[in-house]
C-alpha cells in the first residue's frame, strides 16, 4: 500500500489554465509538504503545512495555493499557468514538522508540463 | 545560515568497485545530515542519517556515511558498486536553529551516480 501518493503522475496543459495535483498520505503524519524539482533536478521547498500552521517559501508566486481537506490530504492548486511551472512536483510527508526530524517520505512525483 | 556543497554534479564507477559521494556542509550549530536517493522517475528515499549519535552511520543498500566534524564533511560510500545504484543522491542538512526554508532543511544539488558495466 503506497505511503505518499500523487495524482496525476503526468499532466500536461496549456498557459493560462489553473490544475490541481492531489496527494494523500496514509502515515498517520502530522506535517506535509510540496516541492518542486526542476530539470536540473534542483529541489525546492515549496509549503510545508500541519493542521496548524501553513510556511510559505517566500520565492512561491501567490498563483500556487496549498489545500489540505484534513490531515492526510494537501493537494496544490495552481492558477494561471506559466511555462517556468513545468516541472516535477513532489509531495512529502513527516511525522513531525520538518525541522525538527529532516526524515521525510516522498511520493513518486507529478511531471507538469506546460504548453 | 546552513549550506550544502555536493562536490560533483556526475560520478562514474564500474559495477563492484567502491562508490564515494562527497558533502560537505556548513551549520552555525550542531547539524542533522541526511542522503536521500531519487530512481529514476521516482521519489526521494531516505538512505540514512546523522543525528549526533554515532559518527559513522549505516543505510539501507549497503551504504554508509561518516559525520567529519573537523572536515564539515558527510561523503557518502558503497564498497562495491552495483547495477541498481545507479540513481541521483542528494545530501540534506537540518539545523533547528538556524533556518533553511520552510522545512527547516536545505537540500544539496545533487550528485548523480553512473554505474559502468
Known amino acids: 500500500d503506497t505511503a505518499v501518493s500523487q495524482t496525476p503522475k503526468y499532466l500536461v496543459t496549456q498557459m493560462g489554465n489553473d490544475k490541481s495535483i492531489k496527494c494523500e498520505q496514509n502515515?498517520?503524519?502530522?506535517?506535509m509538504y510540496w516541492y518542486k524539482q526542476d530539470s536540473k533536478k534542483f529541489l525546492k521547498i515549496m509549503f510545508s503545512?500541519?493542521?496548524?500552521?501553513?510556511?510559505i517559501n517566500e520565492t512561491v508566486p501567490n498563483r500556487f495555493s496549498p489545500k489540505s481537506p484534513d490531515k492526510a490530504h494537501l493537494n496544490l492548486h495552481i492558477n494561471s499557468l506559466e511555462l517556468g511551472d513545468s516541472a516535477v512536483y513532489f509531495c512529502?510527508?513527516?511525522?513531525?514538522?520538518?525541522?525538527?526530524?529532516?526524515?521525510?517520505?516522498f511520493g513518486e512525483g507529478s511531471r507538469l508540463t506546460v504548453l | 545560515a546552513q549550506s550544502v556543497t555536493q562536490l560533483d554534479s556526475h560520478v562514474s564507477v564500474s559495477e563492484g568497485t567502491p562508490v564515494l559521494l562527497r558533502c560537505n556542509y556548513s551549520?552555525?550549530?550542531?547539524?542533522?545530515l541526511f542522503w536521500y536517493v531519487q530512481h529514476p522517475n521516482k521519489g526521494l528515499q531516505l538512505l540514512l542519517k546523522?543525528?549526533?549519535?554515532?559518527?559513522l552511520v549505516k543505510g539501507i543498500n549497503g551504504f554508509e556515511a561518516e559525520f567529519k566534524k573537523s572536515e564539515t564533511s558527510f561523503h557518502l560510500t558503497k564498497p562495491s558498486a552495483h547495477m541498481s545504484d545507479a540513481a541521483e543522491y542528494f545530501c540534506?542538512?537540518?539545523?533547528?536553529?538556524?533556518?533553511?526554508?520552510?522545512?527547516?532543511?536545505?537540500f544539496g544539488k545533487g550528485t548523480h551516480l553512473i554505474i559502468q558495466p
Open positions: 512529502a510527508s513527516s511525522l513531525r514538522a520538518g525541522r525538527a526530524s529532516g526524515e521525510l517520505f
Open positions: 502515515l498517520g503524519h502530522d506535517t
Open positions: 503545512y500541519n493542521n496548524k500552521e501553513l510556511i
Open positions: 551549520s552555525s550549530y550542531s547539524p542533522s
Open positions: 546523522y543525528t549526533s549519535a554515532a559518527t
Open positions: 540534506v542538512v537540518s539545523d533547528l536553529r538556524s533556518g533553511g526554508g520552510a522545512d527547516g532543511l536545505t
